[in-house]
């Protein structure tokens, strides 16, 4: 029998109780109240075959800005323990290096990683990773959801900008609805949308997914991704990309 070392893992991780369910319910009534939602978007436009939900993108606006901030922080704070657990997720990409108490650079490895204290964790992952756009999602019951099997990521713009998604995240902001699952394909697993939990997950196509219809009530979520940084901060003129 394997250890707990070598155990199979599905790379599917949730956090309960990321935000509050006052903190859920209060994004869940500006959303409401706001009147800014528009059809939800796929990588093809408007397609509602494929995603019918209202959304409301929070990037770049400023009376969102105080929720954006907020879920970044529940999210960031999620992050951290993914990493602790997966550190393959940050240094099997790039050739990391840190400071060591010799006053040395080291190699970042998962030891490393596993032992280096919070802050400084921070610190590299704020060299190597940047959060995404956000969407609020509004799904209506009965009628709403994301039924096409899809991954994030998507070749969509010359600069690549879809294809720098490494981790996909979901807040959910409510409950008390029948079905509306986060369903994975290959790892045949339904994840139950529960107020205030955050689901991380890979964004490639090994991990194919799909938002099913919520039935006997609306599911509202957050959601985006945890993307590299660009190659000009990783790269440019020699710096970042070394811790």
């Not at 796929?42 to 929720?67: A, M, N």
């Not at 550190?87 to 108490?101: H, K, Q, R």
Request: proline content about 5%; charged content about 20%.
């Amino acid at each position: 029998m394997a250890d707990a070392s070598t155990a199979i893992t599905d790379f599917i991780e949730v956090y309960p109780d990321a935000l509050s369910r006052e903190q859920c319910a209060a994004v869940v009534e500006r959303f409401t109240r706001s009147g800014a939602d528009g059809p939800g978007l796929v990588g093809g436009g408007h397609r509602p075959d494929l995603k019918d939900s209202r959304d409301i993108t929070l990037t770049g606006k400023q009376e969102w800005r105080d929720v954006e901030g907020l879920l970044n922080a529940a999210v960031f704070k999620g992050l951290m323990a993914y990493l602790r657990r997966y550190p393959y997720t940050l240094i099997a990409p790039l050739m990391l290096e840190v400071a060591g108490d010799d006053g040395g650079r080291h190699r970042l490895t998962a030891d490393r990683l596993q032992a280096m204290d919070d802050a400084a964790l921070a610190g590299v992952v704020q060299t190597v990773l940047r959060p995404g756009s956000i969407n609020l999602q509004r799904y209506t019951g009965g009628r709403g959801g994301y039924p096409y099997w899809h991954c994030e990521l998507f070749p969509r713009d010359a600069g690549g900008e879809t294809l720098h998604r490494h981790l996909l995240w979901t807040i959910y902001l409510n409950d008390g609805f029948d079905e509306g699952e986060t369903e994975f394909l290959y790892q045949q697993r339904k994840i139950a949308p529960k107020a205030g939990s955050l689901l991380i997950a890979p964004a490639a196509f090994t991990h194919t997914h799909r938002g099913n219809r919520p039935q006997g009530g609306d599911k509202f979520i957050a959601t985006s991704w945890v993307l590299f940084q660009r190659a000009q901060a990783l790269f440019g003129g020699g710096q970042g990309a070394s811790g």
